[in-house]
């Protein structure tokens, strides 16, 4: 007796999981109470509040609660347990787009950081570039001084009294000083740049 009523149960549990796969493999048309329609759609996926089909057109969720009672009845729709699985839908989604949001935040922050890297890198490039040509100016300029100090320290043009030769004053004599004072002032930066040259490279 007990077997027997086992094999009934079978029976009626193989009926439904036969019934299940004949209606999802099956095309039919459905209709909501609103008097839309889905042509020739394949259940692809029966869900507590809805059905999700597949058309021609693409894929569907038809809400049961758009549906005729006949429809719902012939899946078991229960509104309680559809509205239970609708909010655990939508938690799980607004879950996702939060997810979605702060992984997009997080690879902004990323590449906000990246970008202030790659800004800091360059500003530090064109420094030391700045003070590279600086420091060429100066040398320059150091060597263009000396040049003209030298210059300065020689004797003026020759002079012949008969035999004897003397040298006229050199006009350049009278800017030793402030020459020299340049030079000063230039060597000072030179040697200022040269440490802010050395601090920006390390």
Sequence with gaps: MRLRSRQQVNTKVLT??????ASAALSEDFKTVNGKEYKDATISRVEPDGLVVKTKSGISKISFAELPKEIQERFHYDPQKATAYSAEQAANYTAYQ???AEAQRQREDAAAKNNAILVEQQAAKNRIQALQNRY???QQEENTLLLRIGEAKQPGPEHWHGKHKSHQPNPQK???????SQLND????KGEVRKQLEKAQR
């Design 186 to 189: 230039v060597r000072h930066e």
């Design 16 to 21: 439904v999981l036969i019934f299940s796969v």
């Design 174 to 180: 009278s800017q030793l000083p402030l020459l020299q």
């Design 98 to 100: 939060q997810q979605q």
């Design 136 to 138: 060429a100016a100066l």
